[in-house]
């Protein structure tokens, strides 16, 4: 394997992409590889996995990648399979789906609970889950009913009150965590709840046990591709709890309890979780007795691949790939993600009191053309090839091709046009004097950037916009921050830090391509703190009856998309690959949506894992 760049050097490449790169030119409308069928061998467990695609030039695509590992031998019985999490940074640990928003406490999660429902590749609601589920014939009243056999891991049954429990929670006023919005004031009664002017939720009601209905305001296309709240509380421990008390509980942070595959047995906060086996999975008893996942620092996880220390990751760094493409003793799984990265621009803050975001009028980043420059300056085509060797592709717009029904691939987004960038600046008033510019009053202008910490990539690509915002006259400082301190600086504790104008980001969006979770006036996630009629106004036709029109949809989004790119809250950098190596011995895996493999199913084909040749 070569030794991986050094920082200087990355810094050094990036300077000198920034130079050479020419016009941006992918619209980012890659295509996800079709999931094959799970492969069955005799072959030994020792065998070479499928190659990783070639790359003469330097560059991958995605749709060379299968998302589901061949199996390779026979199954033991049982065994201890070793998940790794990439990260920089400890996991944060709240370990409850109604409370939880980082991606590493989903990662964690993923292993022990599960949402009722499941959904097929195009993301609809299913009833192939924990609960199935029928609508009245005005589309607003679905009945649930939840399998006779779901129970929560200390036996107790999954209830239709743990599912009511749930939205009281989240309805309450003095709920803490991120989730209560559009998508549960569309409940109703829910509004009324939440204001105190009522003691139940009106269109919430127990039928029996195991079945739940809920009534809707309106009837939305969202509601069968993601809207509806699919994860229930346990009420036999967390109903006597203070509302405001559960996402700190030891329920949550040291014991925490699911009806998943595997449960808990132990966690060392933010390092490390085993789990054991869920006898009374309602699926049916998983394949592998054990599951130890810990945190791996992007800068090792090479090495713990290679020795078999470990057997699958939740997501390989993209820029380690090319140099390890060829490890003789993993698989390497591939697919579209759900996710993109992006720049955001703050402009207001989060009003608590309320719950809505309050736009700023006076923010420093509430010009638009400012914001375009911004964009204008940097080359994300570039960045992608030369830095993510075509695993990340120049993003264009809002909702990526992960949802390629509606993601707008005609939709070029803003031109890298280092030129352009100036006479935007310049016709807007932002004017140099001497080596930066002002504001168009004759103030200066410095703005303050932050950036998550990472893999190798993540400062020398930080300091590259700095470095193309400074080719066009502005002053931008950078500072890198860890993980969970970025988001908490950016306001997903509802406070926002005024030393933040701009902030580098990322996603992972929804199954529901419905952006309102993320730029509507009542998301806490809105960071930027923005919000327009205009927006509120296509967003709301987008989950109108009108949108039951698929092609109707398309037009309402395709609307929005161009919107975003006009008004720029943020800007969308890259769209992204999930890339996940496999070691041979594991059997029965898939990435993605809707392959219909499922974590009670992985098996393993030898004791320990198997390491490099």
């Known amino acids: 394997m070569r030794k991986r760049n050094s920082g200087k050097t990355m810094l050094f490449t990036l300077m000198l992409v920034l130079t050479l790169a020419v016009t941006a030119c992918g619209s980012g409308n890659n295509e996800a590889a079709e999931p094959s069928a799970t492969a069955k061998t005799d072959a030994a467990a020792t065998a070479a996995p499928t190659a990783a695609p070639a790359a003469e030039d330097g560059l991958y695509n995605i749709a060379d990648f299968s ?36 991606v590493p ?6 292993w022990f609970d599960e949402g009722l429902l499941t959904w097929d590749k195009n993301y609809v609601y299913t009833n192939d889950g924990a609960a199935t589920y029928e609508v009245s014939e005005d589309g607003r009243t679905f009945t649930f009913t939840i399998h006779d056999n779901v129970n929560w891991h200390d036996g107790k049954p999954v209830t239709a009150e743990d599912w009511l429990f749930a939205h009281e929670v989240i309805g309450n006023p003095a709920y803490d965590g991120p989730r209560y919005g559009s998508d549960f004031t569309n409940i109703v009664g829910m509004e009324d709840y939440h204001a105190g002017k009522a003691k139940t939720i009106s269109g919430i009601k127990v039928l029996s046990e195991k079945k739940l209905e809920i009534t809707y305001v309106k009837s939305t296309p969202s509601l069968l591709t993601g809207s509806i709240w699919i ?20 329920e949550v942070r040291q014991k925490p309890i699911g009806f998943g595959p595997f449960k808990v047995e132990s966690i060392v906060p933010g390092e490390s979780v085993v789990f054991v086996k869920n006898d009374d999975y309602w699926r049916g008893a998983p394949k592998l007795d054990k599951v130890v996942l810990k945190v791996i620092p992007p800068t090792t996880v090479v090495q713990e691949l290679k020795a078999g220390n470990i057997d699958l990751v939740d997501s390989f760094p993209i820029d380690q790939f090319p140099d390890n493409s060829k490890l003789s003793n993993v698989e390497y799984l591939g697919a579209i993600d759900r996710a993109y990265t992006y720049i955001g621009f703050k402009l207001g803050k989060w009003d608590a009191t309320k719950k809505v975001v309050a736009p700023d009028p006076k923010a420093k980043m509430g010009n638009v053309a400012l914001r375009k420059a911004m964009w204008q300056a940097v080359d994300n085509d570039a960045v992608g090839k030369k830095f993510y060797h075509g695993l990340r592709w120049n993003a264009t717009t809002l909702i990526p091709p992960s949802h390629p029904e509606f993601h707008d691939d005609s939709n070029h987004g803003v031109t890298f046009d280092q030129e352009a960038a100036k006479k935007t600046l310049d016709d807007a008033g932002y004017k140099l004097n001497g080596e930066f510019r002002t504001n168009p009053d ?24 700095v470095q193309s915002w400074k080719a066009i006259g502005l002053n931008v400082t950078l500072e890198m921050v860890e993980f969970n301190t970025f988001y908490d600086r950016v306001g997903s504790n509802g406070e926002d830090d005024p030393s933040v104008d701009v902030y580098q980001g990322a996603w992972t969006v929804g199954i529901d391509v419905d952006p309102q979770g993320l730029y509507g006036r009542d998301a806490i996630y809105n960071f930027p703190r923005y919000a327009s009629e205009e927006s509120d106004r296509l967003m709301k036709e987008g989950v109108s009856e009108a949108a039951f029109d698929v092609a109707k949809r398309k037009e309402i989004y395709k ?3 161009q919107l975003m790119v006009d008004e720029i809250p943020v800007f969308p950098t890259l769209y992204r690959a999930e890339l996940v190596p496999v070691n041979n011995r594991v059997l029965n895996y898939a990435i993605g949506d809707g392959t219909g493999i499922y974590r009670n199913e992985i098996a393993l084909s030898a004791d320990k894992g198997i390491a490099a040749q």
Do not use: C, R
């Not at 103030?443 to 916009?465: H, R």
């Open 67 to 102: 998302n589901v590992k061949t199996n390779q031998g026979e199954a033991i019985e049982g065994g201890t399979l070793n998940f790794g999490l990439v990260s920089d940074t400890p996991f944060e640990g709240t370990l409850n789906n109604n409370f939880s928003s980082g």
């Open 105 to 110: 406490d989903s990662q964690v999660l993923d």
């Open 231 to 250: 994860y229930p509380l346990a009420k036999h421990i967390f109903g006597n709890m203070d509302v405001a008390k559960i996402s700190a509980s030891p």
């Open 442 to 465: 004759g103030t200066p202008l410095t703005i303050n950037f932050i950036s998550m910490t990472g893999s190798d990539i993540a400062e020398p690509l930080a300091q590259y916009y």
């Open 559 to 561: 609307e929005w998309q």
